[in-house]
């Protein structure tokens, strides 16, 4: 019989007990005033995608995915212009400066 890693059991624990929390709390009332602004949000969105590629196959990683989903669902899209339009108003930009 092999000894279970600790690391590997002390994230599993956590998993098990974060995902309590959260199903615990899917019937609460969301916060009305955000506590992040969306570029904080967005990084916790990052971390959570690459905790999920750092730890593959784990219920831990399957959890970071779920919220980092939910999370990316709450903030939308980024505040102020799309890609698209940046490079729309850089276009004009630079073809002005030529004309």
Known sequence: MTTPDPARMARLDLAVILAAQVDASRHQEALSH?????????????????????????????????????????????????????IAAMTRYHLRDRA
Do not use: I
């Not at 969105?45 to 919220?67: I, R, T």
């Open 34 to 86: 955000p506590l992040l602004t969306w570029a904080e949000g967005d990084a916790v969105v990052q971390l959570l995608e690459l905790l999920g590629q750092v730890l593959p196959g784990e219920p831990l990683a399957e959890l970071a995915g779920e919220l980092a989903e939910q999370l990316q669902a709450r903030l939308g899209p980024a505040p102020g212009p799309t890609p698209q339009e940046q």
